[in-house]
């Protein structure tokens, strides 16, 4: 069975920092990616990363948030530095066996899900 495990959410106050962890529980996925979904808003493409380490970051991110992965414990990463209070969202990790040419934020993109881990960020 296929598992994401994501840990490493929190509070935080504005301008703190935070690093999300997403554990596979398999090494076949090339694509992986980061989601948010805040409260009335649709689920959101934060950051990817497909093996070659092909990195993508949604606009209001960039320059803050830094996604990586050690292929060899099959975890990813998310270090979220100068947290802005509109960071507020649960976040999800999120996986594909395939390589992604394209919409690599794109949700429907992925098979596989976490069951997210809330960052909440107080101003």
């Known amino acids: 069975q296929v598992q994401l495990e994501e840990s490493g959410g929190g509070s935080v106050q504005a301008g703190g920092s935070l690093r999300l962890s997403c554990h596979a529980s398999?090494?076949?996925?090339?694509?992986m990616a980061w989601f948010r979904r805040a409260p009335g808003w649709e689920r959101e493409g934060v950051a990817s990363i497909c093996s070659g380490d092909i990195i993508d970051y949604t606009d209001s991110v960039e320059g803050r948030f830094a996604i990586s992965r050690d292929y060899g414990n099959r975890t990813m990463y998310l270090q979220m530095n100068s947290l802005k209070s509109e960071d507020t969202a649960m976040y999800f990790c999120a996986a594909t066996p395939l390589h992604l040419r394209g919409a690599r934020l794109a949700s429907s993109e992925y098979n596989y899900w976490g069951q997210g881990t809330q960052v909440t960020v107080s101003s």
């Open positions: 398999l090494d076949t996925f090339v694509c």
